[in-house]
């Protein structure tokens, strides 16, 4: 793959900022994880995710805070649950899942560039 050719893929993957407004148990998914609900803006609207970040927050450190989602990679089903946005982060050292936010806030539903 040339770099003109990953450059290409990355910029179709479409990134943006969010405001978690809920976040709650998800008892049924395999893996411990929070049903959220969050606010993309007025383009995109409220979706919802399910966030396997259960070793480093808990519904009240969630609900206000920003964090990135892929947002057209379409809906995916987690046991009974759709899941309409990715919400993004990478793991520590323990491999316990940190959330990407940005450094300070910024309008729901800007776009990552």
């Not at 479409?14 to 148990?25: H, M, S």
């Not at 995710?49 to 808990?58: D, E, F, G, R, W």
Request: hydrophobic share 40%; net charge neutral; glycine share 8%.
């Amino acid at each position: 793959m040339t770099s003109e050719s990953a450059y290409h893929h990355f910029t179709q993957v479409d990134i943006r900022v969010g405001t978690v407004l809920a976040a709650e148990p998800f008892p049924k998914a395999r893996k411990p994880a929070w049903k959220l609900s969050i606010d993309l803006g007025d383009e995109i609207g409220v979706k919802r995710s399910s966030a396997q970040i259960t070793a480093l927050y808990t519904p009240q450190d969630l609900v206000g805070r920003q964090v990135m989602c892929a947002v057209n990679l379409g809906p995916r089903q987690i046991g009974p649950f759709i899941s309409e946005v990715l919400t993004l982060g990478v793991a520590d050292e323990n491999g316990a899942i940190v959330l990407l936010q940005p450094e300070r806030p910024v309008p729901n539903g800007q776009k990552m560039f």
